[in-house]
């Protein structure tokens, strides 16, 4: 089975920080890889698929990239609505799912 | 507007049974196969079941293998999730989602209902 590892599990930032969360699959997934917001007490939301393809409507602050086994989400420049739980996800095993662990971004 | 409204959730003892139900609108729901995938308290996402869009194909989580079987009614916009021998540690709220946005062989889920929260405990 795929293993997908988060990290950092915790990030503290500010309005307007640039923050980047990596994710590292346990073997190859290719470029199938996708990103998921989590605000509390709501569904995820898909960001990003194929690594870096955003999701219509996805403000472009958000961005992807990787390759293989390690990816990573950049969010820009950080604003109020973006302090939420963010999930990688992989589906080179699709119709099969890992997700990793998740992503607490919080308020510094 | 595309809508996923899940239902069925509830309390159970443990090895009970219970039925979960997925109903979607504002999309042709026969085109698109749907997940299942939970969030146990203070936890993260664990995917648990995929059904294709004719209701012919069928896969399942390790976890839940030989205890839950997903099924769909393409005339009734819906899809089920039969869940038997319950334990806790199925305790989770249970969101269906849309196999929506990708290639034909490697979708994401685009779609997503609001969630039903299931409960096992004596």
């Known amino acids: 089975d795929i293993q997908m590892t988060q990290s950092p599990s915790t990030l503290s930032a500010s309005i307007g920080d640039r923050v980047t969360i990596t994710c590292r699959a346990s073997q190859s997934i290719g470029s199938w890889l996708a990103w998921y917001q989590q605000r509390p007490g709501k569904a995820p939301k898909l960001l990003i698929y194929?690594?870096?393809t955003l999701e219509s409507g996805v403000p472009s602050r958000f961005s992807g990239s990787g390759s293989g086994t390690e990816f990573t989400l950049t969010i820009s420049s950080l604003q109020p609505d973006d302090f939420a739980t963010y999930y990688c996800?992989?589906?080179?095993?699709?119709?099969?799912?890992?997700f990793g662990q998740g992503t607490k971004v919080d308020i510094k | 507007e595309l809508q996923l409204v899940e239902s069925g959730g509830g309390l159970v003892q443990p090895g009970g049974s219970l039925r979960l139900s997925c109903v979607a609108s504002g999309f042709t729901f026969s085109n698109y196969a749907i997940d299942w995938v939970r969030q146990a308290p203070g936890k993260g996402l664990e995917w648990v079941s995929y059904?294709?869009?004719?209701?012919?194909?069928?896969y399942y989580a390790d976890s839940v293998e030989g205890r839950f079987t997903v099924s769909r009614d393409n005339a009734m916009n819906s899809v089920y999730l039969q869940m038997n021998s319950l334990g806790a540690d199925d305790t989770a709220l249970y969101y269906c989602a849309r196999a929506g946005v990708g290639l034909v062989n490697k979708k994401n889920l685009d779609v997503w209902g609001n969630g039903t929260t299931v409960s096992v405990s004596s």
């Open positions: 194929r690594t870096s």
């Open positions: 059904i294709s869009s004719t209701g012919i194909t069928t």
């Open positions: 996800q992989q589906y080179n095993t699709y119709p099969m799912y890992t």
